[in-house]
């Protein structure tokens, strides 16, 4: 059975000690910088494990790395991905942002199944306002940004690496069964029902954009995850 397969986009201007951190502290695997693939990851929820493979690549000019991307050569590699978590640091994060959207919509078939991460890595973080007037943007997409150098506060949600790790918790790995841990023992589970769960979550997305409240719709996300959750597991 084939593993999942995350591809993992980092920017040629992070140091490679970065590169290796980054990877390191989302996955908890000792990343060896010089491999592209990296095999048999195991991640491991409270309710499931599963097992990735994680694609990494590089790009110097984002706009040539998604030229070479929605070619015909990478097709196939566009359609088997689970998902792509982006890494860009640029002081203007709009270009980027813009860039990865307009890929998602013209190219990946079936978005919804898939999820798109984009972490901003620089220390001059996105502002809380901004960012949530970004992601309710990027919902349609599945696309959410999340900052790396954001402090955690106990009265927010999860922030940086703790909510990335929370994204890939809550997709829906839709193309096998996954292993549920129950007890001390497991057993297998079948695959959600993919209509119920897609349409649960597009009516989420077009409830999510009628708010004008930032804490109500923090709310309304919280819960619209928490049984999404159930749905899966």
């Given at each position: 059975m084939d593993n999942h397969k995350v591809l993992i986009l980092l920017p040629e201007s992070l140091e490679i000690q970065e590169h290796i951190a980054f990877i390191s502290t989302i996955f908890q695997k000792q990343y060896d910088e010089t491999e592209s693939i990296a095999r048999d990851v195991q991640w491991k929820t409270k309710y499931y494990e599963t097992t990735l493979d994680l694609y990494i690549d590089t790009y110097d000019?984002?706009?040539?790395?998604?030229?070479?991307?929605v070619s015909d050569e990478c097709k196939e590699l566009r359609d088997v991905i689970s998902g792509i978590i982006f890494v860009f640091k640029d002081e203007d994060h709009k270009p980027p942002v813009e860039c990865l959207k307009n890929l998602i919509d013209e190219r990946i078939e079936d978005f919804t199944a898939k999820f798109f991460i984009g972490c901003y890595f620089n220390e001059n973080v996105i502002e809380e306002d901004e960012l949530y007037e970004l992601n309710s943007d990027l919902l349609v997409q599945n696309f959410e940004i999340v900052n790396w150098f954001d402090k955690p506060d106990p009265s927010m949600d999860k922030v940086g690496s703790e909510r990335i790790k929370e994204i890939i918790d809550v997709h829906p790995w839709l193309s096998h069964p996954e292993t549920l841990k129950k007890n001390q023992g497991q057993i297998n589970i079948s695959p959600i029902d993919l209509d119920s769960f897609m349409t649960k979550l597009e009516?989420?997305?077009?409830?999510?954009?009628?708010?004008?409240d930032s804490k109500e719709a923090e709310l309304f996300i919280e819960k619209i995850?928490?049984?999404?959750?159930?749905?899966?597991?």
């Open positions: 000019v984002l706009q040539e790395w998604v030229n070479d991307f009516q989420a997305k077009e409830r999510y954009q009628t708010f004008d995850i928490d049984e999404l959750s159930d749905m899966i597991v």
